[in-house]
């Protein structure tokens, strides 16, 4: 059972504003990936983490950063919010088969 | 880059009818393939998978075969209910552990 969390599950904020978004497993795996999905998109991957470092990055702007933590949590930071940055994020872990096992979402409405 | 077509949506059937959704790939390696399923107002899960070239993935009643020679990945069920309306994705997963995503298509079945 990965039980993948994600908070907050919705939020609003306006442009220019920063926001974290966070994301923990129950059962601690050492891979996890954010990826945004626009309305009626499929996923984009931004990045991934291993061990705490950054290990594969998509094609997103510097101002979306992360962190992953020894207890495996991770955040994912975005600066400068933009309109064009509202979407639903998806935290997921990797499994040692190499499926990933995704959370619920945070839907981050920019306004 | 490596990257995935499939069918756009929306599709709607009629509940026992048929399911085909075409999904074909991009890569220059030999990624994983699989298909995710999202229902509504909730994040991706994993329907099924395979990692090499003829093996076949199945899971509630889903197929799906991994063909190399026509890089093709079709999503299949003989037999659908009400309750496979969802958004379906096609991914793979390529030598950087990228995954990659479908644009999604949306499944609607009728009673």
């Known amino acids: 059972e990965t039980g993948v969390t994600q908070s907050p599950t919705h939020l609003i904020k306006t442009r220019g504003q920063q926001v974290t978004l966070r994301c923990s497993s129950q059962?601690?795996?050492?891979?996890v990936s954010w990826y945004q999905q626009a309305l009626g998109q499929g996923p984009q991957f931004i990045f991934q983490?291993?061990?705490?470092?950054?290990?594969g990055r998509g094609n997103f702007p510097p101002r979306f950063s992360g962190l992953q933590f020894p207890n495996y949590s991770s955040e994912l930071n975005v600066n400068a919010l933009e309109l064009d940055d509202s979407a639903l994020y998806l935290c997921a872990v990797r499994q040692n088969t190499g499926e990933l096992f995704f959370g619920e979402g945070s839907r981050l409405t920019v306004l | 880059g490596d990257s995935v077509t499939q069918m756009e949506g929306p599709v709607t059937l009629s509940e026992e009818a048929f399911l085909t959704i075409n999904c074909t790939y991009t890569?220059?390696?030999?990624?994983?393939l699989f298909w995710y399923v999202q229902y509504p107002g909730e994040g991706l899960q994993l329907l099924l998978k395979a990692t090499k070239a003829d093996d076949k993935g199945s899971n509630k009643g889903f197929e799906a075969t991994y063909r190399k020679e026509t890089t093709s990945f079709h999503l299949e069920k003989g037999s659908v209910q009400v309750s496979d309306s969802a958004v379906y994705f096609c991914?793979?997963?390529?030598?950087?552990?990228?995954?990659?995503f479908g644009a999604g298509t949306r499944l609607t079945v009728k009673p």
């Open positions: 059962s601690g795996h050492n891979t």
């Open positions: 983490y291993y061990r705490e470092e950054e290990n």
């Open positions: 991914a793979l997963s390529d030598r950087n552990n990228d995954m990659r």
């Open positions: 890569a220059t390696g030999y990624p994983s």
